[in-house]
């Protein structure tokens, strides 16, 4: 493992991605409140016992999986995540999934991601593609001190009946030392790489 590869996925496990969760409250309250959930540590998976894929195309070797499962309050959910490495960059691909009485609130791809930087500037729209929206910038990691060239996915699926959340959130980032910004060929690949066994 290079020394890019080693900070950039010490940054990436140094934050978490935020998610939030919406209860449904009984029929006779008739409300809807937003609750966090507490989510334990997550646990190594064989990658191909999660409900999302990263496929050959994407060019990574180094591929590690990880999945956990909550409850909290009557409320359940579980988070599962890919982080892909080599020399140069880091590709980070989330599910969140909405369980018993819970539902996702839709929020855009800015929102979901730039809390896991310490800072970034420069959010312009790229390709998204198989319903993704997607949008470049430039990110900082709080433990490198350095810039890299990034791009940020999402995609809501599964929407629940009589609400405006969702069961499934898909998203992340893909970011790489390089000069120049992340090439609509590259994000189109690499989301295109991104598979899952829901809808």
């Given amino acids: 493992m290079g020394p890019v590869s080693k900070r950039l996925r010490t940054a ?5 991605i935020g998610r939030f969760f919406v209860m449904i409250a009984p029929p006779t309250i008739g409300l809807a409140l937003v609750v966090g959930l507490c989510v334990p540590a997550a646990h190594a998976e064989d990658c191909a016992s999660l409900d ?5 195309d994407a060019g990574y070797k180094d591929v590690k999986c990880e999945s956990s499962d909550s409850m909290s309050e009557g409320t359940s959910a579980t988070e599962e995540t890919i982080r892909a490495t080599d020399s140069r960059s880091i590709f980070l691909i989330r599910h969140d999934g909405a369980g ?7 929020s855009d ?3 979901l ?5 310490e800072k970034s500037e ?4 790229a390709p998204g593609g198989n319903k993704f929206l997607a949008t470049r910038f430039k990110g900082w990691f709080k433990s490198t001190g350095s ?3 990034c791009f940020a996915f999402s995609r809501f699926t599964g929407h629940v009946d009589h609400s405006m959340g969702y069961r499934h959130a898909i998203y992340g980032f893909y970011c790489a030392a390089q000069p120049d910004t992340v ?4 994000v189109r690949r690499l989301i295109g790489a991104l598979t899952f066994n829901f809808e």
């Fill in 100 to 106: 018993n009485r819970t539902y996702l609130h839709q």
């Fill in 109 to 111: 791809t800015q929102s």
């Fill in 147 to 149: 810039a890299f060239e």
């Fill in 183 to 186: 090439s609509d060929a590259d």
């Fill in 12 to 16: 990436a496990l140094g934050r978490r």
């Fill in 122 to 125: 420069g959010w312009t729209s």
């Fill in 113 to 117: 991601i730039k809390p896991v930087f």
């Fill in 52 to 56: 999302i894929h990263l496929g050959s």
